[in-house]
């Protein structure tokens, strides 16, 4: 895994932060915007942070052998318009109305979109499992090697989180997880409300195993159920443990911030992770931009016009968490 490092002249903050991108993505998702402005590691970087930038496996810098790693595939333009960048007029996520943030009209031929779109990256098929298993190697070595820090992942590398924070909750200080890869169990729900045939994260939040107590061999062995209503208007339906919850013990020991975007696909059910690790004794942090006066986020919201105030929300809460 390619790892690049950053230190600050004035390191005012002795706990470092890992940035790990999301799916199609790779580390210039927080060196820069695609219209030209600073990323997220630089603010996090001029806050007093040691940042660290990885490229996941597989991606970016870091080499792809597709006898090793698998077939894989590129994310056509139809879907980034309606995933990140112009979702008002193509989504159908109600909270997609919502969306201003995205610099350019978000559409192919506007030269921000273009730039966004150069930098992406195919990504392997392989199941979550098995990419999962790699990245959370790769995570747990380079913490080894750096010591303790602060996991900050966005999308698809949300379970990696909660699973190296598993692995090393010594080493683990924070996990800051922006729109993190869920909800517990099952996709969201299709139009009529059923339940997938097959469920996507047996563990929960994680396609890879998780440690509970009562231990937990099988996730079969999890009892849950659906709520039978949502927590409120144009939400999703959580996926919870029944009866008395199994807890999460090596997570427990470590504060989570959860973020979601006011405008972003993630808006319905981002809610339903954050309900979960709270009930399996996890110390959340759930936090909609819109609650704090930051409106019209879609999912990648280290690239959008306010990305700024963003990384020092979250820099704030750091902060007071972190040494």
């Known amino acids: 895994m390619y790892v690049e490092y950053s230190v600050p002249a004035k390191r005012r903050r002795a706990t470092p932060i890992v940035l790990v991108h999301g799916n199609y993505q790779n580390g210039t998702a927080f060196t820069g915007t695609p219209d030209g402005r600073e990323g997220w590691a630089d603010i996090f970087l001029r806050r007093g942070y040691t940042v660290y930038v990885v490229d996941q496996p597989a991606r970016g810098r870091s080499p792809y052998t597709p006898s090793v790693d698998g077939p894989a595939n590129r994310i056509g333009t139809a879907q980034i318009e309606r995933l990140f960048t112009a979702p008002k007029s193509t989504s159908s996520v109600p909270q997609a109305q919502k969306h201003t943030q995205w610099p350019g009209s978000g559409k192919p031929g506007d030269p921000t979109f273009e730039q966004f779109y150069s930098s992406l990256q195919p990504t392997v098929t392989a199941p979550g499992d098995q990419i999962d298993a790699t990245a959370r190697a790769a995570l747990d070595a380079l913490l080894a090697e750096i010591g303790p820090a602060v996991l900050l992942t966005h999308s698809r590398s949300g379970t990696f989180g909660w699973e190296v924070a598993d692995d090393l909750p010594d080493l683990v200080k924070a996990v800051v997880a922006i729109e993190p890869n869920g909800p517990p169990f099952y996709d969201p729900a299709p139009a009529d409300g059923k339940t997938p045939e097959k469920m996507a994260r047996p ?11 009562p231990p937990v061999s099988d996730p079969a062995d999890l009892a849950i159920a659906r709520e039978s209503v949502a927590e409120g208007a144009d939400l999703t339906r959580c996926w919870l443990q029944t009866g008395k919850p199994r807890t999460l013990p090596h997570l427990s020991r470590i504060p989570v911030m959860i973020v979601v975007g006011e405008a972003s696909y993630h808006a319905p059910y981002d809610h339903c992770t954050a309900r979960y690790l709270s009930q399996a004794g996890v110390p959340v942090t759930f936090t909609r931009l819109e609650d704090r006066g930051i409106h019209g986020n879609g999912h990648l919201m280290m690239l ?14 750091l902060d007071k968490r972190v040494r």
């Not at 959008?304 to 809460?317: F, G, T, V, Y």
């Open 203 to 213: 563990w929960g939040p994680t396609y890879g195993p998780l440690t509970y107590d």
């Open 304 to 317: 959008e016009k306010n990305n700024a105030p963003i990384a020092n929300l979250i820099a704030d809460w």
